[in-house]
């Protein structure tokens, strides 16, 4: 990991504090943990990257995706790290760099489904929570507000209708995509159902998280909105 000796923000008690982005595929959770993190010197961390990184060398060794025991012992032999760098996060599985291999739609589909296993999501909320620990950072997933950082001082729940989203994804994909736009928000519904209904850490607000559906919101005012809630939790006086 890299050293948290940023300059980040401090709460009221002079804390680091840890903003927790929580929300569906395709919210535009990373943009703006992006924005966040350069706008208050923080850490970005992608908590997708790392489920997505396990699911990776699931596929890689033939495990089957519903085999829980299986799995757990994969993770078992499993070392993940996420290295926090300006554009994106370097995702190291087992010393190799795969950042450029874990978002292709197998990989995508795959880490929605290794997610679901208790003991999956138990390693990855320790590693998250190993991570954060000395705050300062900002942390996108699906459970962080609810499950590995309940206490953190901001919390956002990004939303926006599903075929909002599953279009700023087609449109993320450049001039010839391999597959059409009804394909991209079929996915993506599917993908919501099983992250949303799953029965360990299923993805929804944190009674205390600030909704935010960017659904009729460019992507400058959700970025503006978001940084005036973590704002609204700073305190200027020791904020440096
Ligand atoms: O954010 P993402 O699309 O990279 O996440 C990939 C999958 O990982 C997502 O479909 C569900 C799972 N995930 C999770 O269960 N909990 C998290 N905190 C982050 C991701």
Redesign the pocket.
């Known amino acids: 990991m890299t050293a948290f000796a940023n300059p980040a923000k401090h709460d009221s008690s002079g804390k680091r504090i840890i903003v927790a982005i929580?929300g569906p595929?395709g919210a535009g959770?990373?943009t703006i943990a992006r924005q966040l993190a350069r706008r208050f010197g923080l850490l970005n961390l992608?908590?997708?990257?790392?489920?997505?990184a396990f699911a990776l060398k699931a596929l890689r060794r033939d495990v089957a995706l519903d085999d829980a025991a299986a799995l757990e012992q994969l993770s078992t032999e499993t070392d993940i790290r996420l290295e926090a760098g300006e554009a994106e996060n370097r995702v190291l599985l087992d010393d190799e760099d795969v950042t450029g291999q874990i978002r292709n739609p197998v990989v995508?589909d795959a880490?929605?489904r290794v997610?679901v296993f208790p003991s999956i999501?138990a390693w990855?909320v320790r590693l998250?929570q190993q991570m954060g620990a000395d705050g300062g950072v900002v942390m996108?997933?699906?459970?962080?507000g609810t499950v590995?950082f309940p206490h953190a001082e901001v919390k956002i729940f990004l939303d926006a209708a599903p075929e909002v989203r599953g279009m700023r994804r087609f449109d993320q994909m450049g001039p010839a995509p391999a597959v059409q736009a009804e394909e991209v928000i079929r996915d993506l519904r599917a993908?919501d159902e099983?992250?949303r209904n799953?029965a360990d850490?299923p993805?929804k607000p944190s009674p205390d998280a600030v909704l935010l559906d960017s659904t009729d919101m460019t992507l400058e005012q959700v970025v503006k909105a978001a940084e005036a809630i973590v704002e609204s939790r700073l305190q200027p006086a020791v904020a440096r």
């Not at 992608?46 to 997505?52: H, S």
């Not at 996108?140 to 962080?144: A, F, K, P, Q, V």
Request: aromatic share 4%.
């Open positions: 929580d595929a959770k990373s992608e908590t997708g990257a790392m489920y997505r995508t880490a929605s997610s999501r990855m998250q996108e997933g699906r459970d962080i590995v993908r099983r992250d799953r850490s993805l």
